[in-house]
């Protein structure tokens, strides 16, 4: 079993800055792709960075591209969402999520369905 706890969520302005980190369980994290999600109230869950066992390779939805950033440091079972130049429209509940099957290239980053174990959540609100 993978265990995954967020932290960091909080409110702040729009601008403004916020990162998020995620606690994994298992010796063998650094051998699985991870990703954050988000979601607002009444909305599906979206997409939002994907980052592979090594750190080398990472996706972004096209909706985050140049102000967030993923990041993992393995030694420490860690990933990290660093997130600049906050908007309203970035509130949300933010997940992470461990991908643990073996293969070298994933079809679509952005599905859910490729994510075996997912956090608790954490919440960011960004306000005007």
């Known amino acids: 079993q993978v265990q995954l706890v967020e932290s960091g969520g909080g409110l702040v302005q729009a601008g403004g800055s916020l990162r998020l980190s995620c606690a994994a369980s298992g010796r063998t994290f650094s051998t699985y792709a991870m990703g954050w999600f988000r979601q607002a109230p009444g909305k599906e869950r979206e997409f939002v960075a994907r980052?592979?066992?090594?750190?080398?390779?990472?996706y972004y939805a096209d909706s985050v591209k140049g102000r967030f950033t993923i990041s993992r440091d393995n030694a420490k079972n860690t990933v990290d969402l660093q997130m600049n130049s906050l908007k309203p429209d970035d509130t949300a509940v933010y997940y992470c999520a461990a991908d643990t099957v073996r293969r070298a290239v994933v079809a679509d980053p952005r599905a859910v369905k490729n994510y075996d174990y997912w956090g608790q959540g954490t919440q960011v609100t960004v306000s005007s």
């Open positions: 980052i592979n066992w090594s750190g080398g390779s990472t």
